[in-house]
C-alpha cells in the first residue's frame, strides 16, 4: 500500500517561508507523478502544483513563481518549497501520488499565514 506523510507546516508571517515534506512510502517517486494539493476552510480542494517523472513541473497561477516543487529519489520524498507566503496560502497542504488507478493522499499539515 502507499503511504504519505506530510510535515512542516506551521504558522509564518505574511512574507516568510516554509518548506514543506512528503515521506512517501509503497511506490517510488521517480516513477510517479507528484501533486501538492490545499484546502482552505469553506473552499474546494485545489491542486498548486505538480511534478512528472519526467522532472517538469507545473503549478498553479496563484503560487508560480513563490512555489517550487522537488523530489529527493534517495529519500523518496516530495518537497514544497513555499516563499512569499500571503495569507490567502492558507490552507491544509495535501500530498497526493497517482499510481495506475489509485490516488493516495496524506494526512495533510497546516499552513497559516498571518501577523
Known amino acids: 500500500q502507499v503511504q504519505l506523510v506530510e510535515s512542516g507546516g506551521g504558522l509564518v508571517q505574511p512574507g516568510g517561508s516554509l518548506r514543506l515534506s512528503c515521506l512517501v512510502s509503497g511506490t517510488l517517486i521517480s516513477r510517479n507523478d507528484m501533486r501538492w494539493y490545499r484546502q482552505a476552510p469553506g473552499k474546494q480542494r485545489e491542486i498548486v502544483a505538480m511534478l512528472d517523472t519526467g522532472g517538469s513541473a507545473n503549478y498553479a497561477d496563484s503560487v508560480k513563481g513563490r512555489f517550487t516543487i522537488s523530489r529527493d529519489n534517495a529519500k523518496n520524498t516530495v518537497s514544497l518549497q513555499m516563499n512569499s507566503l500571503k495569507p490567502e496560502d492558507t490552507a491544509v497542504y495535501y500530498c497526493?501520488?497517482?499510481?495506475?488507478?489509485?490516488?493516495?493522499w496524506g494526512q495533510g499539515t497546516q499552513v497559516t499565514v498571518s501577523s
Open positions: 497526493n501520488v497517482l499510481r495506475g488507478l489509485i490516488s493516495s
